[in-house]
Each structure stands twice: as structure tokens, then as C-alpha cells.
């Protein structure tokens, strides 16, 4: 049995809103952080991505509105979530943008 290999970075839970939106297309999804760490975040979506899709981030409730650009690590199916079947993992494309999204979502939690 193979064992996964070890994370690189911590995982924080997160809650906040978040519009995600491949670059090859205009449709965009309001969705919900599962959890953020160093090297980019997850969230659950209704819509399934291919690997190495690159999407822009948007985080609407701070002013100004916070955007990155990442991209896509993964994309599981979820049989158990109903109305959010695929779980998705990104990674940031800049380093300093992991930075930021963790000091955006410390201050949605104050």
C-alpha cells in the first residue's frame, strides 16, 4: 500500500466567500475556503476541474477586493457531500499571495 507523502505546509480551517473563476471562461463561482495554508487553499465545488487548470481567486468582502491567480492540484469527487460533489486543491502562483490570503482571512475573523 502506498502512503501518501507528508504535507508541506498546515492547513487552517477557513469559512470565507470566494469567487473562483477558470481563465478560459467568464463563469464564475461563488464559493466557500475549506482551508488555506502556505501553499494555497481547497474548497468544495459543484462544477469539476482538470488538473492544472489556472483559475483567478477573488475574495469579495474585503476592501479593496482581494485577487490572485492559482491553480489547480486537484480535484476529488465527494459521493458523501450533496450539492458540492468535488473537492478541489489549488496552489498559489506567487508565494506572496499565500501571505496575503492568510492576513485576509485573519482579519475576517476578527
Not at 69 to 91: F, H, M, T
Request: net charge positive.
Amino acid at each position: 500500500m502506498n502512503t501518501p507523502a507528508p504535507r508541506a505546509y498546515i492547513r487552517h480551517p477557513s469559512k470565507v466567500g470566494i469567487q473562483v473563476t477558470p481563465l478560459s471562461t467568464r463563469e464564475q463561482l461563488n464559493l466557500e475556503i475549506n482551508n488555506i495554508s502556505q501553499g494555497g487553499l481547497s474548497f468544495d465545488s459543484n462544477v469539476s476541474f482538470f488538473k492544472d487548470t489556472v483559475v483567478k481567486l477573488k475574495i469579495p468582502s474585503v476592501k479593496p477586493v482581494f485577487k490572485v491567480n492559482a491553480i489547480i492540484r486537484w480535484c476529488r469527487e465527494q459521493s458523501d457531500k450533496q450539492g458540492s460533489p468535488y473537492e478541489l486543491g489549488v496552489e498559489f502562483l506567487d508565494n506572496d499571495d499565500a501571505f496575503k490570503v492568510r492576513m485576509i482571512e485573519q482579519v475576517c475573523h476578527i
